[in-house]
């Protein structure tokens, strides 16, 4: 009796197995989603939050990352921006996988985490997320529905792409089906036809019509995650977010326009004072997702992320850094004024060759002050500096280039 009751009590102190979901609807603006206000995208942030993020990196930086495809599925994948994951576009691939994806970060857990990509374009699992590839160490996901775009027997082309459309369709109905029962515990949807909507009609009547039949595949999801959660012992996070926004007129994107840069973030999760600061970007899902799923990630991978979690604590966001004459001045913004803050710096930037940075403690500062002088002459020379500011909650990191 005595051993049941420990075992009972060991479950009870675990909690509820956690799985998440993430949906990428292809080029809707943030303007386009907060017009027309879909259900299940909006009933998603019921249950926790819906913001405006941005894409892009530093407009006019060392991070700044085109409002292309592909990019912005990299960008969440690996939170990190183009200069680190070096997806420049949606063809000639040849990302750095020294920069785990959130698939890799799963797979390297002690528990075998099962995953799952219910998506077309075949590039999104064989290269962006590199399955089975030596650079990744092999990994492989569990429960792969996706190459639909090669199938012209059952999609055959049709007029304005709607043969995409009714891929688009499949793909929720699998992945509706697919967690419902099989429950994967990291899973990313991908709906693709939005983007052609916008490329093909531009702002108007037809676009919004696309994607008010995008949220209704996403509500396939959705009630296949409450389906989990109301008859077993779960506990789910989905995220709903855009790769990119569009261009003014709707058709284009690509560049570094306020609209083509804002993004929309909605979850059923709750989120952090972080989370409407108006720094929220589209880097901090996967840090997001890792902490609610309670992953390990290595340091040395960890401190390579642009993101930060939008959900539990964080006390520090916004690093800033200003060069003087021979020093720079790195500045933050605080949540939370307690913790204390050690900077670190390396002058070489070896893990994106996979080595190990050579990192130097300058260091250790009340979060509230706000501000580091380094001073670049007690520094080996260079004209290359990485700073990571690390608080007990979360890290930022920043480059300068001389």
Same mark, same amino acid.
């Given at each position: 009796?005595?051993? &049941?009751?420990?075992?009972?009590?060991?479950? @009870?102190?675990?909690?509820?197995? *956690?799985?998440?979901?993430? &949906?990428?609807?292809?080029?809707?603006? !943030?303007? =386009?989603?907060?017009?027309?206000?879909?259900?299940?995208?909006? $009933?998603?942030?019921?249950?926790? !939050?819906?913001?405006?993020?941005?894409?892009?990196?530093?407009?006019?930086?060392?991070?700044?990352?085109?409002? &292309?495809? @592909?990019?912005?599925?990299?960008?969440?994948?690996?939170?990190?921006? /183009?200069?680190?994951?070096?997806?420049?576009?949606?063809?000639?691939?040849?990302?750095?996988?020294?920069?785990?994806?959130?698939?890799?970060?799963?797979?390297? =857990?002690?528990?075998?985490?099962?995953? #799952?990509?219910?998506?077309?374009?075949?590039?999104?699992?064989? /290269?962006?997320?590199?399955?089975?590839?030596?650079?990744?160490?092999?990994?492989?996901?569990?429960?792969?529905?996706?190459?639909?775009?090669? $199938?012209?027997?059952?999609?055959?082309?049709?007029?304005?792409?709607?043969?995409?459309?009714?891929?688009?369709?499949?793909?929720?109905?699998?992945?509706?089906?697919?967690?419902?029962?099989?429950?994967?515990?990291?899973?990313?949807?991908?709906?693709?036809?939005?983007?052609?909507?916008?490329?093909?009609?531009?702002?108007?009547?037809?676009?919004?019509?696309?994607?008010?039949?995008?949220?209704? %595949?996403? @509500?396939? /999801?959705?009630? !296949?995650?409450?389906? *989990?959660?109301?008859?077993?012992?779960?506990?789910?996070? +989905?995220?709903?977010?855009?790769?990119?926004?569009?261009?003014?007129?709707?058709?284009?994107?690509?560049?570094?326009?306020?609209?083509?840069?804002?993004?929309?973030?909605?979850?059923?999760?709750?989120?952090?004072?972080?989370?409407?600061?108006?720094?929220? #970007?589209?880097?901090? +899902?996967?840090?997001?997702?890792?902490?609610?799923?309670?992953?390990?990630?290595?340091?040395?991978?960890?401190?390579? %992320? $642009?993101?930060?979690?939008? &959900?539990?604590?964080?006390?520090?966001?916004?690093?800033?850094?200003?060069?003087?004459?021979?020093?720079?001045?790195?500045?933050?913004?605080?949540?939370?004024?307690?913790?204390? /803050?050690?900077?670190?710096?390396?002058?070489?930037?070896?893990?994106?060759?996979?080595?190990?940075?050579?990192?130097?403690?300058? #260091?250790?500062?009340?979060?509230? +002050?706000?501000?580091?002088?380094?001073?670049?002459?007690?520094?080996?020379?260079?004209?290359?500096?990485?700073?990571?500011?690390?608080?007990?909650?979360?890290?930022?990191? *920043?480059?300068?280039?001389?």
């Amino acid at each position: 009796m005595l051993s &049941i009751l420990l075992f009972l009590s060991l479950l @009870a102190v675990e909690g509820k197995t *956690r799985k998440a979901v993430f &949906i990428i609807i292809d080029g809707v603006p !943030a303007d =386009q989603i907060e017009r027309l206000q879909p259900p299940a995208i909006y $009933d998603i942030a019921s249950q926790g !939050a819906y913001s405006r993020a941005y894409t892009g990196g530093q407009t006019g930086g060392y991070s700044q990352t085109a409002t &292309i495809s @592909a990019i912005g599925y990299t960008n969440l994948l690996t939170s990190t921006w /183009v200069n680190k994951h070096n997806v420049t576009g949606n063809d000639n691939l040849k990302p750095n996988y020294n920069y785990w994806t959130l698939f890799r970060i799963a797979k390297e =857990q002690k528990k075998d985490f099962k995953t #799952a990509l219910y998506s077309s374009w075949t590039d999104n699992r064989t /290269v962006l997320i590199g399955e089975n590839k030596p650079e990744t160490n092999h990994l492989k996901i569990d429960f792969v529905k996706d190459g639909f775009e090669l $199938d012209t027997i059952n999609f055959p082309p049709k007029d304005k792409d709607l043969h995409i459309f009714e891929i688009d369709e499949h793909v929720s109905c699998l992945a509706a089906e697919g967690i419902k029962n099989d429950a994967p515990d990291l899973s990313w949807v991908y709906l693709w036809y939005t983007d052609d909507a916008g490329h093909i009609y531009g702002n108007g009547h037809d676009f919004d019509e696309y994607v008010m039949k995008a949220d209704r %595949q996403v @509500a396939r /999801v959705w009630e !296949a995650v409450k389906y *989990r959660e109301k008859n077993y012992d779960e506990e789910w996070m +989905i995220v709903v977010t855009t790769d990119h926004g569009r261009a003014e007129n709707g058709h284009g994107h690509g560049g570094q326009s306020c609209r083509e840069r804002t993004i929309w973030i909605s979850t059923n999760v709750a989120v952090n004072k972080y989370f409407k600061s108006g720094n929220l #970007a589209i880097t901090d +899902i996967a840090p997001s997702i890792s902490r609610f799923m309670k992953f390990e990630v290595p340091q040395d991978v960890l401190w390579e %992320q $642009d993101g930060i979690p939008f &959900i539990g604590d964080v006390d520090i966001y916004n690093l800033k850094t200003m060069p003087y004459d021979n020093s720079v001045y790195l500045t933050w913004d605080t949540i939370s004024d307690n913790n204390p /803050v050690t900077i670190y710096v390396s002058t070489e930037n070896k893990f994106k060759e996979g080595g190990k940075e050579n990192w130097i403690k300058l #260091a250790t500062v009340n979060a509230g +002050i706000n501000s580091y002088k380094a001073e670049l002459k007690d520094l080996p020379a260079g004209s290359f500096y990485k700073f990571v500011v690390e608080t007990k909650n979360n890290h930022l990191n *920043r480059w300068i280039i001389k």
